[in-house]
């Protein structure tokens, strides 16, 4: 009796494990290399649609199947609306975030309970991003992915450093060194005082600037 049922359970998972690869390829995604919120929404819902059938006997494959083809025929549908109205798209996937522009942080995510300044320091590190006066212009796509533009070399300006080495906050007054706000990365030529307010983020910690160049 047991050793039937494993019999079965041996072929009902096979059965569904092809069926979730062809609904997935139906799906028209190239791999899952970064899922947008959307997509694991869809993915989690699959789950137990496809795992069921394999070991419950009670739950004919047939309706796992169909749960499985009305999810992905859903999202073929969901997927064409919103390519036609961005305001659904972007609730739906979320939009790209501005980060860094111009060499120093954004501000506008100041308040933002989503916006970890940490995370996107590991992201830029993990680009080889020194400092950020190596960055033009930084996005946070939708997908968690971060689009990068780098100053050409020429134009590498002073920023603040993104390497724990480095980004250290001053003891002492320098002398012709800039500054980094450690906040949201605006320089000053000369500092006034150690904890001289920044008057971009109203902050009051500075770190020493740096301007190496990009190595690729
Ligand atoms: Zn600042």
């Known amino acids: ?12 998972t096979c059965i569904m494990f092809l069926v979730i690869l062809l609904v997935l390829r139906l799906s028209g995604r190239r791999g899952v290399r970064q899922l947008t919120l959307f997509e694991v929404a869809i993915i989690l819902g699959m789950g137990s649609a496809a795992g069921d059938p394999m070991f419950q006997d ?21 997927t064409w609306i919103s390519s036609k109205w961005t305001f659904l798209h972007e609730m739906l996937e979320g939009k790209s975030m501005v980060i860094v522009c111009e060499g120093q942080f954004d501000m506008k995510h100041e308040k933002d309970g989503d916006f970890s300044q940490m995370e996107f320091f590991a ?14 212009y930084a996005l946070l796509e939708p997908d968690a992915t971060l689009s990068i533009l780098y100053y050409a070399d020429e134009d590498v300006k002073y920023g603040m450093p993104l390497f724990p080495n480095r980004y250290q906050e001053i003891k002492s007054l320098p002398q012709d060194q800039p500054c980094a706000c450690m906040y949201c990365g605006h320089v000053l030529q000369e500092l006034s005082a150690i904890h001289a307010t920044c008057p971009r983020c109203k902050h009051q910690k500075w770190t020493l600037a740096m301007c190496t160049k990009r190595i690729s």
């Open 58 to 78: 009670d739950v004919p494959i047939l309706h796992g199947v169909t749960v499985l083809f009305t999810i992905v025929i859903l999202y073929k549908i969901i």
């Open 123 to 136: 992201e830029l590190r993990n680009q080889s991003v020194e400092h950020l006066g190596q960055v033009r």
């Open 1 to 12: 009796m047991e050793t039937d049922f494993i019999l079965e359970i041996l072929y009902r």
